[in-house]
């Protein structure tokens, strides 16, 4: 007997059935399909939008994520000079070929230089945009695809996201629910192969206990966060 | 790993008589408990997310085999492979085969506990392909050829003074005579070593926290970036899973996440959350081009149905061995086997059989923090008793120790006689103790008085000064 | 207070019953001065947990028979131990799971069985006593009466009420002492190290006196302190409560008048 029939096997044994049948598979079949959500806290929930946008910042800035609020796309590429600048940083940029970033004027500073590609190993700053953010813990939400390569995401020694204040959500559950639509408005392909939760910068405490940050990962996790998200979200990508 | 469970009494001996260990156990211990203690008090809704989880995980459990099946079925969706294995030899052999296809020569890894389980880095050396640990703990006790001593911080009966030893004596291509005195010199020179590994290795093995039937996807956790780089550079991505793993959605696999880093670190979520689902895409610029989950078994389905189903609740998340005063006490490696603290306790004799292991579901007070601090509310301290009577059934216990037990029940359920015979002992052990109110030892009872002094009985039992006392009112 | 007074059992444990009657005689006392009737089965010996945690279910449920058998009937039954109330609030119901037959009289006894001081604020609604005790106490939270039982601030509120009496927190006071039970004498060198730390807590702390709910642990903490020559005096909360000090010398306490 192989090894799945065998396990499978021995599973219904011990739960003393079959396989399940028709009418009882066709019922979880339909919580999968519409996936209930648990009990999700109240921090973040229970807060306007604006409210969240500040529950986001504070929860990252506790995990050493560095935010800078900027008014507008425009004032990305100067953001983003000045933190190089301060940070002491080369202005060599990995950056994601997400066209999302095309719409920033990067020109207005010719000093940034931008390659748009995954990562390499010799890469020092890398630059991407993020499919959502979570207030409740101040995590970003990144997902991959053929403009989001996942390297620049751990590669680099500093990741830079440019964050829009208004695709800051509630929480995990509202990240999954844009997911879903995302997925439903492309068709199934549009499930990514990875989904990058990210709360801070890389760290260890593996030392005695003593936490140390940049393990492996970016040393360095910098927010520029654009508007204050008062815009209305287009109504089909509001979450839940 | 060779078990080495059966000589608890032994290595408890020599983890109490290590000095270093001593001092490192105590400098990370101190941390656990409050870190934990803070995550929880700032969420409300802490102990209704236990509640919650403990709920889904007993739900999957109910149907594992149609979480299974579909699990396997989405992950083929999106052109992965499932790998059904029976026993850790299966395990290792599905892996030697994914790396021989690629004719792999290192192998760079993230935390696994399924790796440790299995014995995987001393089958894949034997076999000629390298295993490369990037977990920082978990690469520092490779290079000491130890196992981890901790679910979640492998390394953390080591002081650094004994990191930067054995940084000194393995990266021999650096200058001898540099400076190893700070963990952050040391971080970073585990980080310029290992940076070219992630990006040589044929393949990254990575475990996983939880599988997702909906989609079929691995849910990965860690803080140092180290998983994601396994599992994104190499051109193969296996998964090691045990399959109690499976969660059916990815909201039931949130609510797990919401309970493991507070658990665990204390931390409200850890740095990296990583959900992979298949190789790369059409037209992804990176990740791999192949996804392997093996699944492995290894006695968990034969615990369904049984006293031990509950354990199929773990979410490794190591609040029981934190919060331990055995563990404090003596560390991982005492218990001799990959599962340390009350988890290990009630795992290990299911996985290396109870004759092995049958010291450590006997080497706890039953002090019962571990389940007060269990995400899932594990009765790790009731299972310990299921094993305690298992042995007892299997007369594994030893005789002397039955036999006074025996003595004891007999006694016990002979009112009478026992207070008759006990009134004796208490009157003869009170004469002689009644002046230093204590003993120093006692025939008997070299067990007690080894360790601290037997407090003399006050004299003459409750009962026998009871009855005076109702006999004296009744006369009034 | 309600019209008809309350019978209450005493279950008295047995290490009360050999070792330290005086806690037995502070538990009627207390039980009595709330206005209940307190009698005391005879034919009670152990509750059942050094079998039970050995593994050995077959004496342990033959124990427990006679437990319940002796116990029906009282409107309430109280020992002087969150381990023993424990075991029959909680454990029993477990043990006899699979006698659907005894069910009914099981979780008749578990409901109504206390720990001696939960009960007296819990149920009586005590909030004070009146006793005296010169000194600083400070208090060990058993691990069975905390966690099985939820007896925490119970014993703090009615010691904040002992005239004389100042309470020194015990740092760590819910971590367990290293009793457990066989597990002191099976294995001695772990045991030795958590009594050991708890011992250093308990000095460190200041206090001249150490106050818990449960005798095992007692003998084993009084036990460390005496070895290492500490003048910690060590006694049973129920003993100051019902300021029934001057009965008995404190637990492994010297006794100055015999030469």
Redesign the interface.
């Known amino acids: 007997m192989?090894?799945?029939e065998?396990?499978?096997g021995?599973?219904?044994k011990?739960?003393?059935r079959g396989?399940?049948d028709a009418a009882a598979?066709a019922v979880?079949d339909a919580?999968?399909a519409a996936?209930?959500?648990?009990?999700i806290?109240?921090?973040a929930t229970s807060l306007d939008h604006p409210g969240q946008v500040e529950l986001f910042v504070a929860?990252a800035e506790?995990?050493q994520t560095t935010v800078d609020r900027v008014a507008a796309l425009a004032d990305v590429p100067q953001a983003v000079a000045a933190y190089l600048a301060s940070e002491n940083l080369p202005a060599d940029l990995v950056a994601s070929?997400d066209p999302v970033l095309d719409d920033i004027p990067w020109a207005e500073r010719p000093m940034l230089r931008l390659r748009r590609?995954?990562?390499e190993?010799g890469d020092k700053v890398g630059l991407t945009p993020a499919f959502a953010a979570v207030a409740?813990?101040?995590?970003l939400m990144l997902i991959?695809?053929?403009q989001n390569?996942?390297?620049i995401?751990?590669?680099p020694d500093t990741h830079i996201v440019v964050l829009r204040a208004d695709q800051i959500v509630a929480s995990?559950?509202d990240g999954?629910t844009l997911l879903r639509q995302r997925q439903a408005a492309a068709g199934d392909?549009a499930?990514?192969?990875?989904?990058?939760?990210?709360?801070?910068?890389?760290?260890?405490?593996?030392?005695?206990?003593?936490m140390?940050l940049?393990?492996?990962?970016?040393r360095r996790l910098h927010i520029v966060l654009v508007g204050d998200g008062a815009a209305e979200r287009p109504a089909g990508e509001r979450p839940g | 790993m060779q078990p080495t469970s059966h000589a608890f009494k032994a290595n408890v001996d020599k983890a109490l008589g290590d000095a270093t260990l001593q001092t490192a156990l105590g400098l990370a211990m101190l941390g656990f408990g409050p870190k934990r203690r803070s995550a929880v008090e700032r969420l409300p809704e802490f102990e209704a997310l236990r509640e919650e989880g403990r709920r889904i995980k007993n739900q999957t459990l109910e149907h594992l085999d149609y979480y299974l099946e579909t699990f396997e079925r989405n992950v083929t969706r999106w052109g992965g492979k499932v790998h059904w294995c029976r026993t850790p030899g299966e395990a290792r052999e599905a892996v030697l085969a994914i790396c021989r296809s690629v004719d792999a020569k290192t192998v760079t890894k993230g935390k696994s506990m399924i790796a440790e389980e299995i014995a995987l880095n001393d089958f894949l050396e034997e076999n000629k392909i390298t295993p490369v640990e990037t977990d920082l703990g978990e690469y520092i006790i490779q290079l000491r050829h130890e196992p981890p001593s901790h679910l979640i911080a492998p390394a953390f009966h080591l002081l650094k003074e004994q990191v930067a030893d054995v940084f000194r004596s393995s990266h021999t291509e650096l200058d001898p005579a540099r400076s190893l005195v700070e963990p952050r010199v040391l971080c970073d020179e585990a980080r310029e070593i290992l940076r070219p590994k992630f990006l040589a290795a044929d393949v990254g093995i990575t475990g996983a926290n939880c599988l997702v039937a909906e989609t079929g996807s691995s849910i990965i956790v860690t803080n140092e970036g180290n998983g994601d780089l396994t599992q994104t550079l190499p051109k193969i991505h296996i998964v090691l899973a045990s399959l109690e793993k499976i969660v059916p959605t990815l909201e039931d696999a949130t609510t797990i996440l919401r309970l493991l880093a507070r658990s665990a670190t204390g931390q409200e979520f850890s740095t990296y959350t990583t959900m992979s689902t298949g190789p790369r895409r059409d037209g992804d610029l990176d990740g791999p081009e192949q996804y392997h989950v093996i699944l492995l078994d290894n006695g968990r389905s034969a615990m369904l149905g049984t006293e031990f189903q509950d354990m199929l609740r773990c979410i490794r998340c190591a609040a029981c061995i934190n919060h331990c005063p055995v563990f404090s006490a003596v560390g991982g490696h005492a218990y001799g086997w990959v599962y340390p603290g009350p988890m290990g306790s009630v795992l290990t004799p299911k996985l290396v059989g109870v004759a092995e292991a049958g010291h450590l579901p006997n080497a706890s007070t039953f002090c019962g923090r571990c389940e007060s601090v269990c995400p899932v509310k594990i009765p790790l301290p009731k299972m310990m008793r299921h094993w305690r009577e298992r042995e007892f059934e299997q007369k594994l216990s030893p005789a002397p120790y039955r036999f006074g037990l025996s003595a004891w029940a007999f006694l016990a359920t002979r009112p009478a006689l026992y207070q008759a015979l006990t009134g004796v002992a208490m009157r003869v052990l009170a004469a002689f103790g009644k002046r230093r109110g204590h003993f120093r030892s006692l025939p008997l009872a070299g067990g007690w008085t080894s360790v601290r002094d037997m407090p003399a009985p006050q004299g003459r039992s409750f009962q026998s000064l009871w009855a005076e006392r109702q006999k004296a009112k009744a006369g009034r | 207070m309600p019209e008809q007074p309350i019978r209450v059992g005493l279950f008295v444990t047995c290490l009360v019953d050999l070792f330290r009657p005086t806690v037995g005689f502070a538990a009627v006392k207390l039980l009595e001065d709330c206005g209940c009737i307190v009698e005391v089965p005879r034919a009670q010996t152990c509750c059942g947990q050094p079998s039970y945690n050995s593994g050995d279910r077959a004496d342990t449920k033959a124990i427990a028979r006679q437990v319940i058998a002796a116990f029906a009937g009282f409107d309430y039954v109280v020992a002087p131990s969150g381990s023993c109330a424990g075991m029959i609030r909680s454990h029993y119901p477990e043990l006899f799971a699979d006698e659907p037959e005894m069910a009914t009289q099981v979780q008749h006894l578990a409901q109504r069985t206390y720990e001696l001081v939960s009960f007296l604020t819990d149920v009586m609604g005590v909030t004070g006593v009146a006793a005296r005790y010169d000194g600083i106490a400070t208090y060990h939270d058993a691990c069975s009466g905390l966690r099985e039982l939820g007896v925490k601030d119970q014993p703090r509120r009615l010691l904040r009420s002992v005239a004389g009496l100042k309470i020194a927190e015990l740092p760590g006071a819910e971590i367990c002492c290293g009793f457990g039970g066989t597990f002191c004498i099976k294995y001695p060198a772990i045991s030795d190290r958590m009594v050991g730390d708890k011992a250093t807590e308990i000095v460190a702390t200041g206090a001249d006196t150490l106050l818990a709910g449960d005798l095992g642990c007692l003998l084993n903490m009084a036990g460390k302190l005496t070895r290492r020559g500490t003048a910690v005096r060590v006694r049973h909360v129920a003993e100051v409560l019902a300021g029934m000090t001057d009965e008995v010398l404190p637990i492994g306490a010297p006794d100055e008048a015999v030469s």
């Open positions: 192989s090894g799945r065998d396990i499978l021995g599973i219904r011990a739960l003393k396989p399940l598979a979880l919580r999968l996936p209930a959500r648990n009990l806290p109240a921090r929860m506790e995990v070929p590609g995954k990562a190993g409740e813990t101040g995590t991959s695809g053929p390569p996942t390297t995401n751990f590669l995990y559950e999954w392909a499930l990514p192969r990875t989904v990058n939760f990210i709360t801070g910068p890389s760290r260890t405490g593996d030392i005695e206990q003593r140390q940049g393990a492996h990962g970016p």
